[in-house]
């Protein structure tokens, strides 16, 4: 039920207590905490998908974050 298309929904503590943005803060943003992820329970994208984020990726979304998370 997560969605990152809307900014609210994006920013709103989840159920299981965590923020999936922080803007401003990709060390907080549990995106960045999945997509950096080694653990296959925690990971994101999931290992059942047979993607995986590039390092340029994850970069610009822990940049954007930083930089306000701006939609």
């Not at 549990?30 to 997509?35: L, M, N």
């Not at 296959?40 to 995986?52: A, I, R």
């Amino acid at each position: 039920g997560l969605r990152l298309d809307q900014h609210d929904a994006a920013i709103k503590k989840t159920d299981s207590g965590v923020f999936p943005i922080v803007p401003g803060s990709a060390d907080k943003s549990d995106v960045i905490a999945r997509v950096t992820s080694k653990d296959k329970e925690m990971m994101m994208p999931p290992p059942s998908t047979h993607k995986k984020l590039s390092a340029k990726q994850i970069d610009t979304l822990r940049r954007w974050i930083n930089e306000g998370a701006e939609y």
